[in-house]
């Protein structure tokens, strides 16, 4: 069974910088994307970015393009997200989501981390 454990959130005034990480375990992921994605309270939960596990490729959300960087560690089946220049629309809970091909749903999700950032 898929489990997946985000940690990294808390309080970060703006401009400044949370890594995320999110523990994989109970498969071989290698053909999987992972990817994050963000809910801002009363909104709907949003793509952040996502990562091939095997090459590495990712794509990034317009909204986080060139402050958030996402990125994995093999050996430790564990995926990161390093946030800079936070921005107060940074502020939500983060979701760690792992999907079992190159093209379909995420499957299985992670419980949230919170990311609060103060202006």
């Known amino acids: 069974q898929v489990q997946l454990v985000e940690s990294g959130g808390g309080l970060v005034q703006a401009g400044g910088s949370l890594r995320l990480s999110c523990a994989a375990s109970?498969?071989?992921?290698?053909?999987?994307?992972m990817g994050w994605f963000r809910q801002a309270p009363g909104k709907e939960r949003d793509f952040v970015a996502r990562i091939r596990w095997s090459g590495g490729s990712t794509y990034y959300a317009d909204s986080v393009k060139g402050r958030f960087t996402i990125s994995r560690d093999n050996a430790r089946n564990t995926v990161y997200l390093q946030m800079n220049s936070l921005k107060p629309e940074d502020t939500g809970v983060y979701y760690c989501a792992a999907a079992p091909n190159l093209y379909g749903t995420y499957d299985y999700w992670g419980q949230g981390t919170q990311v609060t950032v103060s202006s």
């Open positions: 109970g498969r071989t992921f290698s053909n999987y994307r």
